[in-house]
């Protein structure tokens, strides 16, 4: 009997051992990393780890198949790789074996909220997350508000600040004390430890969502969400 296709299966798996305290500490950390949400970015991590297993999974079919080197088999890997190039998780001529080789954190770091901060448009994961949810960043001309979408390697170029931004203006304050602070957390001391920097971007958390409160309403012809 098929399920109804409204009701489609969830394709986050949940962990089968949720009370080992390894994994527990392990996704702590990424989530104080990557700035996830406090309530439920376990399911974030969740999500990530499922999309992971599944290219894995795919790869070792291939990389098990002798005839994998023609036909059929042969078109499916070159569209693996390339799809995975297209995604930033692979380079440039990459082996069908190099797939197994990424793991959680490059999927975490291909998520718009990482890039945003990579890129500098924001002095700490937690400030590129609020400045994604309330608007201040998008893509071309495609406002993004969704902190886990995965960009792709040729959206990059076109990822800045929203155009009806206050943060779009080069001589706002916030973004020369935002350079500041990203420079300051970023440097190292002599036993080469990077300090953290949730502690120096909590105001600006602050701020971002003082202005989205006290910004014009946006424009309604911008579309406010991608799934």
């Not at 990557?34 to 990530?48: D, F, N, Q, V």
């Not at 448009?121 to 590129?128: D, E, G, W």
């Not at 190292?188 to 105001?203: K, L, Y």
Request: net charge neutral; charged share 30%; with cysteine.
């Amino acid at each position: 009997m098929m399920g109804e296709p409204k009701f489609s299966r969830s394709r986050t798996q949940t962990p089968t051992h949720p009370w080992m305290q390894a994994r527990i500490d392990e996704e702590h950390a990424l989530k104080d990393k990557y700035g996830l949400k406090k309530t439920g970015g376990m399911r974030e991590i969740w999500r990530e780890k499922s999309a992971l297993r599944r290219h894995r999974n795919q790869a070792m079919k291939l990389i098990g198949r002798v005839d994998a080197s023609e036909g059929h088999y042969s078109k499916e890997k070159e569209q693996l790789l390339e799809s995975l190039f297209i995604k930033g998780l692979l380079v440039s001529g990459a082996d069908i074996g190099d797939v197994l080789e990424i793991n959680v954190e490059h999927m975490l770091s291909r998520r718009l909220q990482s890039v945003v901060y990579y890129r500098g448009l924001a002095p700490s994961m937690r400030a590129a997350r609020n400045l994604i949810v309330h608007g201040h960043i998008c893509i071309g001309n495609q406002r993004m508000t969704v902190p886990g979408y995965h960009i792709l390697k040729e959206e990059e170029g076109d990822l800045r600040y929203s155009s009806n931004s206050p943060y779009a203006n080069p001589d706002h304050p916030f973004r020369g004390d935002m350079d500041q602070r990203r420079l300051t957390s970023l440097e190292e001391d002599e036993e080469g430890f990077v300090r953290g920097d949730d502690g120096a971007s909590e105001e600006f958390v602050e701020q971002i969502k003082k202005d989205a409160k006290a910004a014009p309403t946006v424009d309604d012809s911008i579309p406010k969400e991608v799934k």
